[in-house]
């Protein structure tokens, strides 16, 4: 089976790929991005580098959908995204934003109806849909979604969410989509489409590098989850021979608070130490207040009726904590050495 990966050299689709390849050795992938890859990607990647063929591509680029070649081609996950967040960076990127978001994933599916021959087609949204509103309990994948996105990148993401599952309607298409809770793990890194750093994140990298963080609170909540749970997860799904629905929600599926993210840290790095301050004089910012929609926990039944379940967190934490000695030797968030697109 060869799976075609748009946004390939990003955090989460670099372990898509991995997974992948390492599950069966007979398999391949076509992954597209518009950066070259990093130093950190061709690290990763070397023990399964011989079945990666890179193309380097701008998913926005009609034309250069149309020049790619589905051959041998059988599954198809659309990951390439841009995540403006809200501010300075949401205006900057503004109208990239969209046209990734949007554009990307209408061509994607266009490219997808013109081959005719795929097992699936994976669409990668965000949680940023739901907003900041939800239920008591956790978020379910129906019903929730038109709850006021406040950036562009969840505005775009829902999108282009609606434009899969109409084309999977009206034209027969193989289309799930998946929504990402704050997703931490393995290439998690500063990318010219990424800066978001989710708490998991921080922590490890700041309990490896020997730092006492400052934080405002102990009592604020995410869903987090491992990026090798969520390549798991999207290959459960690629696989699966037939599914009841069209959305799933990838998440740990229930509230973690950040004292319990630190206790699992401090058990995969003994002697990390942390304080809580006051807001202004915290390196740590986390805002207790808010516990629903997005911030809160995502249901996945759906997930779990189909085979998945995520690994414990702290077993997934410790994990992660392992990986980061080995590859990034307990820096802090590491950049992202740009390589401008292959012109060949």
């Known amino acids: 089976m060869t799976l075609l990966v748009t946004g390939a050299c990003g955090f989460v689709m670099s372990n898509l790929v991995r ?27 070397a023990p399964v580098r011989g079945r990666i063929r890179f193309v380097a591509g701008d998913v926005c680029d009609r034309a250069w959908w149309g020049a790619l070649d ?15 967040g809200v501010g300075e960076r949401e205006r900057a990127l503004a109208r990239r ?6 554009l990307g994933t209408l061509y994607a599916l266009e490219w997808a109806r013109a081959h005719g021959r795929l097992a699936r087609f994976v669409d990668v949204s965000t949680g ?34 609606l434009i899969a599952m109409r084309y999977a309607a009206i034209f027969g298409l193989p289309v799930a989509t998946v929504r990402l809770s704050s997703v931490y793990g393995p290439m998690d890194r ?13 922590l490890v990298h700041w309990a490896l590098a020997g730092r006492a963080p400052r934080l405002s609170t102990l009592d604020a909540v995410g869903d987090y989850i491992h ?19 069209h959305l799933f929600n990838i998440a740990l599926g229930r509230p973690v608070l950040v004292r319990e ?3 699992h840290v401090t058990a995969a790095v003994p ?11 915290a390196d740590i910012v986390e805002d207790s207040t808010r516990r629903r929609g997005a911030w809160g926990a995502y249901d996945i039944a759906r997930l779990r009726a189909v085979g998945w379940e995520p690994r414990p967190l702290g077993e997934a934490i410790a994990e992660y904590v392992a990986w980061v000695r080995v590859y990034e030797a307990g820096t802090d968030w590491p950049g992202f050495a740009i390589r401008a697109p292959s012109t060949a």
């Open 19 to 45: 997974h992948w390849l390492d599950a069966d050795p007979a398999a391949h992938v076509v992954a597209v991005d518009a950066w070259q890859p990093d130093a950190l990607w061709d690290r990763f990647m």
């Open 227 to 245: 990026a090798g749970d969520v390549a798991a997860a999207i290959a459960t799904l690629l696989k699966a021979p037939h599914l009841e629905h």
């Open 70 to 84: 589905p051959a041998g081609i059988t599954h198809v996950v659309h990951g390439a995204a841009v995540t403006s």
């Open 128 to 161: 940023s849909v739901y907003g900041d509103d939800g239920p008591d309990g956790p978020l379910p994948e129906d019903g929730w979604e038109n709850r006021n996105p406040r950036s562009l990148y969840g505005i775009s993401k829902r999108t282009g969410e």
């Open 261 to 263: 993210v630190l206790e």
């Open 271 to 281: 002697g990390f130490t942390w304080s809580v301050v006051p807001e202004t004089q």
């Open 190 to 202: 500063a990318s010219p489409a990424r800066h978001i750093v989710c708490l998991p994140n921080r």
């Open 97 to 102: 934003t969209v046209e990734v978001n949007v």
